[in-house]
């Protein structure tokens, strides 16, 4: 409030100044809400991003497992050079990778093959070496004979020239938590 000289009559009048106008209890929860969903949904798109971003380096991690089996497997025969199709899987002699000389022998005793399975066996690149630092990845290896004349029907092991390779790419976060298949890799080789 402001007092000032009457000319009238030498008095004093009071003279009301207006206001001004701040925000009301109202108004700034309003802004208060409006800003904090606006903080909120950019820390829900960073976490999406996360996420996202996590998956997408897993599936790049996994198709890069898959591609290494197939590589490494890719000019192999079907069945075993000297016995043929007598035995399917790895042959008495044929006790590591190393030694694998044709498609079947990934498939194991008929349960498929696991890279990475333990901390001392982990997933192996097309120099059928260990790949270091890739702890909770393994690759699961199964090969099945297929009819020749329709692929998608499984047929008995050594029965056919054409075989189906499936590498199944899982990863494991820690030794308590289930290992989640990540992603498949196949393919049909007609030798």
């Not at 402001?2 to 100044?17: T, V």
């Not at 599936?59 to 497997?73: D, F, P, V, Y």
């Not at 002699?93 to 333990?118: C, H, I, K, R, T």
């Not at 998608?152 to 092991?157: E, G, K, L, N, R």
């Amino acid at each position: 409030m402001c007092l000032e000289r009457n000319n009238n009559n030498g008095g004093m009048r009071r003279r009301s100044h207006v206001r001004r106008r701040g925000f009301t209890l109202i108004e700034t929860a309003l802004a208060t809400v409006i800003v904090g969903v606006g903080v909120l949904s950019i820390v829900a798109a960073q976490q999406a991003f996360h996420k996202q971003n996590a998956w997408s380096s897993h599936a790049s991690i996994a198709a890069r497992l898959g591609n290494e089996i197939r590589e490494m497997t890719l000019n192999l025969p079907s069945h075993d050079p000297v016995t043929g199709t007598a035995e399917w899987g790895p042959e008495s002699n044929e006790l590591w990778v190393d030694d694998y000389d044709d498609l079947d022998d990934f498939d194991g005793n008929g349960q498929g093959m696991v890279f990475g399975a333990s901390l001392d066996n982990g997933p192996i690149n097309a120099q059928r070496e260990i790949i270091p630092n890739m702890e909770g990845w393994s690759q699961t290896i199964r090969v099945v004979n297929v009819d020749a004349y329709d692929i998608t029907a499984p047929v008995i092991d050594g029965s056919s020239e054409v075989v189906s390779v499936e590498v199944i790419i899982s990863f494991q976060k820690n030794e308590s938590s289930e290992a989640e298949e990540v992603t498949r890799v196949g393919w049909i080789s007609p030798k």
